[in-house]
């Protein structure tokens, strides 16, 4: 289950349905529903098989074409400079939508408001999060990363990075 804080409000919330409502009015979708398939073993297309019965769903009420499924380990080959490109602030033309399916990851949220708020939701396995296109984010994989998602796209051209070049992120990992 996920874990949301705002570090500079002093925010720490783990209940589902309180998580649920705080990136709801900002703008952010997430769910929990059941990881149905384990990292190690299954295939990609045997793990995508085996959420099929929500997926296609989600996929065709929301205009989603394609998915696919990422795997990042310590053994991953350049692990480090793959950390280092999605934990900079960067922004996609389309949503950025991940299943996790084992593993976890954090993402940072850049909420430009008069208060200008920062804040993170850390994902498990059975979170769904739709981070909404234009949307300032970051992503930290973690020193000793083990991450198993489903990437949800209408195009994977859109999900190239912008970077911000704001280096807030620097303030909070």
């Known amino acids: 289950m996920a874990e949301l804080r ?8 783990t209940e589902g349905p309180a998580i ?25 297309e045997d793990i ?7 997926l296609k769903p989600f996929m065709d009420k929301n205009g989603y074409r394609t998915a696919d499924v990422i795997r990042i380990t310590p053994s991953t080959p ?3 400079a793959i ?24 993402f940072w949220f850049h909420k430009e408001t008069p208060e200008e708020e920062i804040f993170s939701v850390r994902c498990t396995a059975g979170d ?8 300032k984010h970051w ?20 999900w ?3 970077y911000t070049e704001s280096n807030i992120e620097q303030r909070y990992c």
């Open 83 to 106: 950390r280092d490109k999605f934990l900079r602030e960067h922004t996609h033309s389309e949503d950025e939508v991940r299943f996790f399916v084992d593993g976890e990851g954090l």
């Open 128 to 135: 769904l999060l739709t981070v909404p296109a234009n949307m």
């Open 48 to 54: 995508l098989q085996a959420h099929a019965g929500w």
């Open 20 to 44: 649920q409502h705080f990136l709801q009015e900002r703008g952010i979708w997430y769910d929990h529903r059941p990881a149905e398939a384990a990292p190690i073993g299954p295939g990609d």
């Open 6 to 13: 705002v570090p500079d409000k002093h925010i720490h919330l």
């Open 139 to 158: 992503f930290d994989l973690g020193d000793s990363p083990r991450v198993c998602a489903i990437r949800i796209f209408t195009d994977q051209a859109g």
């Open 78 to 80: 350049n692990v480090p």
């Open 160 to 162: 190239v990075p912008h």
